[in-house]
């Protein structure tokens, strides 16, 4: 007998729809933001490999792009014959929900509010990644149905990708020419750039110190959820 809540067939196949549903919502907002923004290098005569590498670089693309590999996963594990997800997934979906978790707060904490160039964004697709997507896969934590529970050894795999996309984004950074700027260094977001902080280097520290106990915190949060709401498999009985 399994504990948690796999739940009712009608809920089970609702909710991997329903993931279906939201993975192509995201498709839809990644290509739109896509198009518009190799639309304005095509315009400007800015190049189109380099403004596809700069869009992709962005932890909000690279998370919800996982998320779009995660739902359309779990929603076909869903309508599977399987009573729990697998055990890799349950790691992945971990992450994933983790990782869009963090996109939705760092972005309505610290980046909202800071202007962009008119015409830059489009708007539905900008709170699709930021809003939507993140609350959803709140949701997803705390009410999908099959969702094995994590082990906390998974806050290792949950910290691997943001550690290894924060060395490449300070890496790259002064090696990449900003051509929309003129700048011999280009930065994703704005609390990584070293030129506009006042203590430099040491500033960007200090925010990658505070989003790495973002992380393992909001880690730790879903992996706790996932072990109080999630399903546990079959134990067999022993052999008499």
Known sequence: MTTGRAGPVAWVVAWSLLRFVVAAAIVAAVVAQLVRTIG???DQGWPI???AIDF???FTIASNCGSVVALTVG???GLSRARVDPRWFAVLLACVSTYMLITGLVYNLLLRNIPLPQGTTVPWSNEIL????PLFLLLDVLVAPKRRPASWSTL???VAFPAVWVVYTLVRGPLVDDFRTGNDWW???PFLNPHLQAWGYGAVALYVLAIAVAVVGVGACVVAASRRFGVRPSTPAPHP
């Not at 930021?130 to 997507?133: I, R, S």
């Open 40 to 42: 304005i290098s095509a």
């Open 49 to 51: 490999a380099a403004t």
């Open 56 to 58: 992709f670089s962005f």
């Open 75 to 77: 929603g076909v594990i």
């Open 130 to 133: 930021h809003v939507w997507a």
């Open 156 to 158: 290792g795999a949950v």
């Open 187 to 189: 930065y994703p977001y």
